[in-house]
């Protein structure tokens, strides 16, 4: 189904079941324990071999020796598998080639052997004899050093932006602000751990993994292993957290395929947790530089916004200023990205890679231009709001409810109880502030496929290789199916994950929700063709409600349709050129309140809101979760989360989660969530956005801009700990 005029008139408007907070149809599954991850499949194939991988112990440099023979020799030691006996090994779209490092190291950790062997503890202990000798060479670890020898970027839209006469407005410009910030390097931090099982039959090779992008896991599979994209299959049906670190290929997968290979067995692995941080991707650390120029009743007409991340040779910036060319009106404005050589591990997206670094910089840049001018916060976004482009003015936004976000939010949230004197409102040992910030992140559209059979017995099937990495993607698949052909929710049986299904757009980038749900809906208007056609009934104007069809006079039973045999309908929705007429993106507004202990510099999250404008909400109960979830994750970012970085041996010091922090519950308070009530015909029939990246866009920056206001002291470099704050507290009187 090509979609390429806005959405009239469907059956989802009927919002009998989307639309409605819906309990998750995994539930059950997931609390009893019994949803199957990767790992624990040993019933999907027997003789499952258990596979360890050896990360390199320098960053950059080769391997002199490695000798493996005291490991061949080992109790239970099946294969192990190097550079070496790995054969050649092709590139993928996304590096894969470097997932197996030899005789070459390009980062820490990268992984350079797997052993294999009858038990985890013998392919473990194996593993400790190897021995390896390395030749360092030097490389680049510290970003700020770096700096000044990073050059533009080239991909698509990493290029500099500029619109008016930036350098001459900001001269010009009665207020400005001009700051540096910093933004750590952060980790995905997911509970499951990248794993895979294995399988080869001839040359047929069969993975149960845990992967957001089964479509993209597949091409590069075949292309690493050269090996047609036909013989492999990838299954992916349960992911415990992705975050973005599941979006490509991973170790564990090559080495499980390379090791089933060797052993001539089935074999199963999993990244150790203190091999994770260094051995996948992360969120590069930032460097961002904002200016702002305002006149002095607050409207601003010169914005910059520069930003400084490095990656390995080949790899890509943090997009962060991608928000700032399009959130406020203005002028003149630049926006500029600096891409440096570094050789620590791979940088890649992390939940709203670009914006949630970005959001955190600009944000905050925009609280302290509004206090420059005297100005409530607020008001100041509301007065610098813009219906249209502001790089390309001729081009309207689909839709754009910031200005109702805010207002909605400060309303709810008490914000003109905020003392706008910074350091003043104590409650016993705290100093106490509220922050608010503004929240965007884009609506991106791509194609998604999905299969849709009715049996005799009137359940619905869909098939789709979306996948569901905790958002709730199962139910509102669901949701869209039994909207769509009259069905209750219990009729209606969901199948993710699994390349044997037809491709979907795969989870990532916010973007699953409404494409997925998109080629579901495309898929039923086709199975309801095929239905009508059956029946003798009119596909146009026939409804689908009750478990039955209705046209005119008549009226039939829906199973009637397969009582010869199951119908089946496959359609992938197809985007024409709206979005490039439209931006489309999603809004949002996050208010927070937060505590300082006058004497520690402890800081306590008190209360937090979110209002989001996201389109259709499709269902409001797992929509809430994930920018719960969001909202957590964005605390962890503004007051904890930093891989430290070894500056001089290059690599993340604290990689694993005793000291890697984030949010517990204990760190989270009450926290709220408002959809506004919205549908936008421009996104897709489904009239759907996504909530999954906007809930954390913006968080970090509302959090500092309370520590702001409860301390009187700006802290620029994230996170915000107390160690930075202590020096700088109010007198405690
Ligand atoms: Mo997302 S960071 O595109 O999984």
Not at 136 to 165: F, H, I, Q
Not at 335 to 341: E, G, H, N, P
Not at 426 to 438: E, N, P, S
Request: proline share 5%; net charge neutral.
């Amino acid at each position: 189904m090509k979609f390429d005029k806005p959405a009239t008139t469907n059956p989802i408007d009927q919002g009998k079941i989307v639309g409605k907070p819906t309990d998750r149809i995994d539930g059950p599954l997931k609390t009893t324990g019994t949803a199957p991850y990767a790992y624990e499949r040993h019933d999907v194939v027997p003789d499952q071999a258990y596979g360890y991988i050896v990360g390199a112990g320098i960053a950059k440099g080769r391997i002199d020796l490695l000798d493996d023979s005291a490991a061949r020799k080992a109790p239970g030691v099946l294969a192990v598998v190097t550079a070496k006996n790995a054969g050649k090994l092709g590139k993928g779209n996304f590096n894969t080639a470097r997932l197996l490092g030899g005789p070459e190291i390009e980062h820490y950790h990268q992984a350079i052997a797997l052993v294999v062997a009858e038990t985890f503890e013998q392919a473990r202990a194996a593993a400790q004899t190897i021995r390896v000798d390395y030749v360092r060479s030097k490389g680049a670890y510290d970003l700020a050093r770096a700096k000044d020898s990073a050059v533009m970027p080239t991909g698509k839209n990493e290029k500099d932006t500029a619109v008016g006469d930036f350098a001459a407005a900001f001269e010009r410009a009665p207020v400005q602000f001009d700051a540096t910030y910093g933004t750590p390097d952060e980790s995905h931090a997911m509970m499951e751990p990248h794993a895979s099982i294995a399988a080869w039959d001839g040359d047929k090779l069969t993975v149960w993994t845990s992967n957001q992008m089964i479509a993209w896991g597949v091409g590069d599979m075949a292309a690493t292993l050269g090996i047609p994209k036909g013989n492999v299959r990838l299954i992916s049906p349960y992911i415990g957290g992705g975050f973005g670190g599941k979006l490509f290929l991973r170790a564990d997968v090559l080495l499980a395929a390379l090791g089933a290979r060797a052993a001539k067995r089935p074999v199963k692995v999993a990244l150790q947790r203190p091999l994770m941080i260094n051995n996948t991707t992360h969120r590069p650390a930032t460097i961002q530089r904002v200016r702002l120029g305002a006149t002095r009743d607050g409207k601003l007409t010169a914005i910059a916004h520069e930003s400084w991340s490095g990656d390995l040779p080949g790899g890509g910036p943090e997009v962060a200023v991608q928000q700032t060319r399009l959130l406020y009106a203005g002028e003149n404005r630049v926006t500029r990205l600096r891409l440096a050589t570094l050789d620590l591990p791979e940088g890649n997206a992390m939940r709203a890679p670009g914006e949630a670094p970005g959001l955190m910089v600009l944000e905050a840049a925009m609280d302290e231009m509004a206090e420059k001018l005297g100005i409530d916060p607020v008001e100041f976004r509301i007065l610098n709001d813009t219906q249209v482009d502001p790089e390309k003015p001729g081009r309207p936004f689909s839709q754009r409810r910031l200005v109702e976000c805010l207002r909605t939010g400060a309303e709810r949230f008490g914000w003109s109880k905020r003392n706008a004197a910074p350091g003043k409102v104590r409650d016993g040992r705290w100093l106490v502030g509220m922050g608010m910030a503004a929240a965007f992140r884009n609506n991106l559209l791509t194609k998604s496929g999905a299969r849709v059979r009715l049996g005799g017995n009137g359940i619905v099937t869909v098939e789709t290789d979306m996948t569901d990495i905790g958002t709730g993607t199962y139910t509102i698949i669901a949701q869209t199916a039994a909207e769509m052909m009259g069905v209750p929710l219990d009729r209606v049986v969901v199948r993710l994950g699994d390349s044997a299904f037809p491709v979907s757009a795969g989870s990532g980038g916010q973007w699953g929700a409404n494409n997925s749900t998109s080629g579901v809906y495309a898929a039923c208007v086709k199975l309801r063709e095929a239905v009508a056609q059956k029946l003798g009934l009119d596909a146009g104007t026939a409804e689908f409600a009750d478990g039955q069809v209705i046209a005119g006079e008549r009226r039939s039973a829906l199973a009637q349709a397969a009582k010869d045999g199951e119908l089946v309908a496959e359609d992938a929705i197809e985007y024409g050129e709206l979005d490039k007429r439209y931006q489309q993106s999603t809004f949002g507004a996050h208010f927070c309140e937060v505590g300082v202990d006058a004497h520690t510099g402890e800081i306590r999250v008190r209360r937090m809101l979110a209002v989001c404008a996201a389109g259709r909400i499709l269902n409001p109960k797992s929509a809430r979760s994930q920018v719960i979830g969001a909202m957590t994750m964005g605390v962890g970012a503004a007051l904890m989360e930093d891989l430290v970085v070894d500056k001089r041996l290059g690599f993340f010091v604290n990689h694993d989660l005793a000291s890697y922090e984030v949010p517990v519950h204990a760190d989270i308070p009450h926290q709220d969530v408002i959809f506004l009530d919205e549908t936008d015909p421009i996104s897709s029939p489904m009239k759907a956005k996504g909530v999954g990246e906007l809930g954390i866009c913006g968080v970090g920056a509302a959090v500092a801009n309370a520590v702001y206001n409860a301390t009187g002291f700006r802290v620029r470099h994230y996170p915000i700990t107390l160690d930075k704050l202590l020096d700088h507290l109010p007198t405690v009187g």
